[in-house]
């Protein structure tokens, strides 16, 4: 990581006139002690960086000396320049990389494209995360990461319900979902998703491993992930939704889910109510999630789901008296 951190270092220095060693520190993310070493490497490599001493004084490059930037169009440059070091790069160690990339950029990129950069980085942010959850415990995760870099085979401790057990296994890929992150790899019954949080040590085993041919993790993520989601919609419910329901249905259930069974509803009644049906979970589940409808929702059906809806009602109602 140390050679990547010289390269941001260089065109960090390119993009600026002058920095001191604290600002270099603090935009690197290391300390100032490494900051001094990093200096000295990139003087011993030949790189013309000078320090000034005084008042106004800094680190700099000596004046006329630059790199360029190479193979990257307007847009493209425009688009790396905005998305800046996301968290998640920084999660997998590769935040200096994308440190490295955002200063390259911004250090030839002309300066009316920075400025239309920086006008979409106001105005465009992710934030994958959901609202009101922890954050997962990802202490495992750059050992994780860096099995898949080096296509190394590790044996990990993976904490189920009731304990925990010890797979050897082949990692394949990393994916970021909602603020989760999993593990896909092949183990010996074939290749599974594994939760990082969940991992409780892992351990480097001899040798490399060989990945399947033409493997392809996004392709293989959207098709486990959309088994996943038809494994869980066992109920169909049968629903009618006022038109303030109608528009809510989205915010309680998945919203792909919603739009579908809104596709397919009936035509609005004598009371304004259309009658939808809805691929849920089983009953309990199914009535807790319309529970978030209120009184704009009426279960028409199963009989189950119907039940576990007015008993959950009806426990409300009870502890509001």
Do not use: C, N
């Amino acid at each position: 990581m140390r050679a990547e951190r010289l390269v941001a270092l260089v065109f960090t220095l390119q993009s600026r006139r002058s920095a001191t060693i604290p600002e270099l520190a603090k935009a690197l993310g290391v300390s100032e002690r490494t900051m001094h070493r990093d200096i000295a490497a990139l003087q011993d490599l030949g790189v013309p960086v000078w320090t000034e001493q005084g008042r106004h004084g800094g680190i700099r490059l000596v004046d006329g000396w630059r790199t360029r930037l190479d193979g990257l169009t307007s847009r493209e440059a425009v688009a790396l320049f905005a998305m800046g070091a996301p968290r998640a790069l920084t999660e997998l160690g590769l935040g200096t990389a994308v440190s490295a990339a955002h200063a390259k950029v911004s250090a030839t990129l002309p300066a009316p494209l920075r400025e239309q950069a920086q006008h979409i980085a106001q105005r465009f942010h992710l934030d994958a995360p959901g609202w009101f959850r922890r954050a997962d415990d990802t202490e495992h995760l750059a050992a994780v990461a860096r099995a898949v870099w080096e296509q190394r085979r590790v044996r990990v401790g993976y904490r189920r319900s009731d304990r925990t057990v010890e797979r050897e296994l082949d990692p394949l890929g990393l994916v970021l979902k909602a603020g989760v992150w999993y593990l896909v790899a092949r183990a010996e019954g074939g290749v599974r998703t594994y939760r990082v949080s969940r991992i409780a040590g892992t351990e480097e085993l001899d040798g490399h491993f060989e990945r399947p041919a033409g493997f392809d993790l996004a392709g293989w993520w959207r098709h486990s992930s959309a088994q996943f989601e038809k494994s869980l919609q066992r109920v169909r419910v049968r629903a009618r939704l006022s038109p303030a329901g109608v528009r809510l249905l989205p915010s309680v259930i998945d919203t792909d889910l919603a739009v579908a069974a809104l596709d397919e509803a009936s035509p609005p009644g004598p009371d304004g109510r259309r009658e939808v049906e809805l691929a849920l979970e089983e009953p309990e589940i199914a009535a807790g999630q319309l529970l978030g409808l209120g009184t704009e929702v009426e279960i028409v059906g199963p009989p189950a789901v119907r039940a576990a809806f007015a008993e959950a009602t009806r426990r409300m109602a009870e502890r509001h008296r």
